[in-house]
């Protein structure tokens, strides 16, 4: 399975739902970087993504995006064979 990492903030209700979806997709370890706990991490995402809202999600090394995006390839039937990577 391919790794997952998360950055993510404490009170971020798309932040929980990704994770829940991604905890019944078979995802057992979601590596969370809190942004809010450390500012520097929110800029380090915000260079990586060009995002500043969170989940900014990656698989991999894709970045897939939000909590909507991450839906969306669940929707499209397209999330198993990231996961699956």
Do not use: W
């Amino acid at each position: 399975m391919s790794k997952v990492r998360m950055y993510s903030s404490r009170v971020c209700p798309y932040c929980v739902r990704a994770e829940q979806l991604l905890t019944r997709k078979g995802v057992t370890e979601i590596e969370k970087i809190n942004v809010d706990v450390d500012p520097t991490q929110r800029e380090a995402m915000m260079t990586l993504t060009g995002r500043r809202t969170v989940p900014q999600i990656f698989i991999g090394e894709r970045h897939v995006g939000g909590f909507d995006d991450l839906a969306a390839l669940e929707r499209a039937g397209e999330l198993d064979a990231l996961l699956a990577a």
